[in-house]
DNA sequence: ATAATTTAGATGTATGTACATGTATTAGTA
DNA sequence: TACTAATACATGTACATACATCTAAATTAT
């Protein structure tokens, strides 16, 4: 679909405010699409993103703060979607000995399995909802990070 | 900034995958530079955004079906925002004497002035802050809308 | 004309974001 | 060593999303 036909609007004020609009549509469909698919596992697609964070360094421990410097968006409240995680048995909490300020997390059995099962569903998603060519997948990377630039 | 470090995550499945992080991350990237400059205004970025619909009515009223249609994420819940626009005396609900079941909603004399001041603030972001050329723009629009291809 | 269905929007709940503040612990400094 | 500052995380609040349910009004079917 148009970004035109999704948001009812023809009128922008030029190609580059169009494309900012199309990014935040895009962004908002992917999500969408995203949490439907886990919905039949009962994760968010931001605790799917937890679990897949902490995977990368499975077996080994995370503190939250190493999980929120990973998170796509920044700003996620990660003692947060922990707390929800654990009620699940899907994560574990410690303290560490390390550092006793720092909240050790880690991976159960259940949240391995779990987070297995869906990935394979994520990967699915992405690679069949996703109609661009390998090449085109490239150019929007690089479309993207020229555009972002002036990041602070 | 390049995804990589931004998520501080190196492995990809393929460049189609990376593509999806990257809209996500560059979404909420947008979003948050977009709000930080509604800030001084106390507006939202969401409330901005039903502003900016009713402007494009304006002076007609819309009802609240035909603002949700409009916006970027279509689960926003449009009453909830508008309750807030209300208080602040932006925005005034009246029922429609056409279909009593619809609640007609018109900007006041508040808030097409607060709504003229944050749009050049708006426009002067993305301008200043996204940075691709007319023709890249229109390439990145062009990628986007082949990505959502199988759009439901 | 009356009953059943659909529609519009308000509202409740769980989750998440954005940001401020509180508390414990560690690091740095006089 | 004691005092101060910084850090890690938990937690409170306002706003938003996602989705379910409720109420009133309009539409459709019988």
Redesign the interface.
């Known amino acids: 679909?148009?970004?035109e036909q999704?948001?009812?609007?023809t009128?922008f004020?030029?190609?580059?405010?169009?494309?900012?609009?199309?990014?935040?549509?895009?962004?908002?469909?992917?999500?969408?699409s995203f949490s439907q698919a886990l919905k039949e596992y009962g994760l968010t697609h931001e605790q799917y993103n937890v679990l897949r964070i902490l995977k990368?360094k499975n077996p080994e421990q995370m503190c939250v703060r190493d999980i929120a410097?990973?998170?796509?968006?920044?700003?996620s409240n990660v003692p947060r979607i922990v707390d929800r995680l654990e009620i699940k048995k899907l994560v574990k909490r410690s303290v560490s000995s390390f550092d006793k300020r720092e909240t050790m997390i880690q991976l159960t059995a259940a949240g391995l399995l779990l987070l297995e099962v869906t990935t394979k569903k994520a990967?699915e998603l992405?690679?069949?909802?996703?109609?661009?060519t390998?090449e085109?997948?490239?150019?929007?990377?690089e479309?993207?990070?020229?555009?972002?630039?002036?990041?602070a």
């Open positions: 679909m148009k970004l999704a948001i009812q609007s009128k004020k030029n190609e580059t405010h169009k494309a900012g609009l199309n990014i935040l549509y895009t962004a908002w469909w992917l999500k969408t990368g410097c990973r998170m796509i968006e920044k700003s990967d992405f690679d069949n909802q996703l109609c661009v390998d085109e997948a490239k150019q929007l990377n479309l993207l990070e020229k555009l972002r630039q002036k990041e």
